[in-house]
């Protein structure tokens, strides 16, 4: 979980901090007496006295030290221009005001999640009948699992069954061209991801059932995401290794966000927090190695590398699908060199290697026995 210090000595506004943002950050409630004593970190919030002239002195020299890209915020009266210049001359990334509240203080830490939601693809992607349930479902868990609310598994079952139907009856290419026109790339990326494990699902030969969780695999994969600060999650350009680091957890708060949900699987949970992990070991949250990674993660893992190397990016162009499957096939002994070669089938491309022989649809079918 992020780390979230609130520096208070105002007397009041803790509760609601409590209340709305425990379950999201690793909270911490300290007196600024003990300020030195505590190191800066990704997010820190001041409601303290701003008419102290030593105290703010020993502000402003500790936020010297404060990591790169963190977010500081204060709390300020409404009414007082003075203490609002006060904070930001002392280096505040944002303000709110008293009396906090955790949602409000929510969205200027990690950003207002909701706003992704805003469709602006022509036709609006939502009036589909195949991608606005998909959508729909994914938006209203990410934002659950945002602000820690239920998740509705319902409407995510219900969704996934619509796009096996649509993966069936229109192929994975419509799909595909359909969601691609998702203004938020993280929204369209899960989007992607789905369709193409439906795809490979089916291609291997699952049942209209085990296709249907394997969509709702797809949708909550990357819901730890909705935890990510949106500067991070939504950044036009390439990340640096700090920003990078923190995204990285985002399998780890995907499982956080999904563990207390009543009826969620092992297998579910599974492929949630391990879709970054390689069979050499060199993949994270945990390096997991060879028979510790379960079948079906693998078959998730190689659906969101494929996803990433063919979506649009503002700083690259989008690769075509042999190109992508190359990437796939260069990663070697990181992926399952036999689920790697079913895929390109999945895909509906034509790059076989002529040593592979025939495909072997069965064995695969046989091995996995996915039951979520």
């Known amino acids: 979980m992020h780390r979230l210090t609130v520096f208070n000595d105002a007397g009041g506004g803790v509760d609601a901090i409590q209340r709305d943002l425990g379950h999201i950050f690793e909270l911490r409630i300290v007196p600024l007496s003990l300020l030195q004593d505590t190191a800066p ?76 939601s805003l469709d602006t693809s022509v036709p609006p992607l939502r009036f589909f009948p195949a991608t606005g349930p998909v959508l729909s479902a994914m938006e209203n868990a990410f934002s659950s699992a945002c602000l820690g609310a239920p998740i509705d598994l319902d409407s995510v079952h219900a969704a996934g069954d619509v796009l096996v139907q649509c993966i069936e009856s229109q192929g994975l290419g419509s799909w595909i061209g359909n969601v691609r026109r998702h203004h938020s790339r993280t929204y369209q990326h899960s989007l992607i991801v789905t369709g193409v494990a439906v795809a490979f699902g089916q291609n291997l030969g699952f049942s209209a059932q085990d296709r249907e969780n394997l969509a709702f695999a ?18 036009p350009g390439s990340l640096d290794a700090d920003e990078m680091a923190i995204m990285r957890k985002h399998a780890e708060y995907g499982f956080d ?97 002529p040593e592979w022989g025939p495909p072997i649809y069965s064995e695969i079918v046989n091995r996995s026995e996915p039951r979520l």
Not at 94 to 114: C, E, M
Not at 314 to 343: I, N
């Open 218 to 235: 797809g949708i909550l994969h990357d819901i730890g995401k909705a935890r990510i600060p949106l500067s991070i999650l939504e950044k």
């Open 257 to 353: 966000a999904l563990a207390p949900v009543p009826g969620i699987s092992k297998d579910i949970l599974d492929m949630v927090v391990h879709h970054h992990e390689y069979l050499d070991g060199s993949g994270y949250p945990h390096g997991l190695k060879a028979d510790e990674i379960s079948d079906l993660v693998r078959i998730i893992t190689i659906s969101d590398i494929f996803s990433a190397l063919i979506e649009r990016r503002s700083y690259r162009r989008p690769m075509s699908g042999e190109d992508a499957y190359q990437k796939l096939l260069e990663l070697g002994s990181k992926l399952d060199t036999e689920l790697v070669r079913e895929f390109q089938f999945a895909a509906g491309l034509t790059v076989a290697s």
């Open 41 to 116: 970190g990704q997010f820190q919030v001041f409601d303290v006295n701003l008419s102290d002239g030593a105290r703010v002195d020993e502000i402003k020299k500790w936020l010297k030290h404060r990591p790169s890209g963190s977010k500081v915020v204060f709390a300020i009266d409404k009414t007082s221009r003075a203490e609002r210049i006060q904070a930001y001359a002392l280096g505040a990334t944002d303000i709110v005001h008293r009396p906090v509240g955790g949602r409000a203080l929510l969205k200027l830490l990690l950003g207002d999640f909701n706003s992704l």
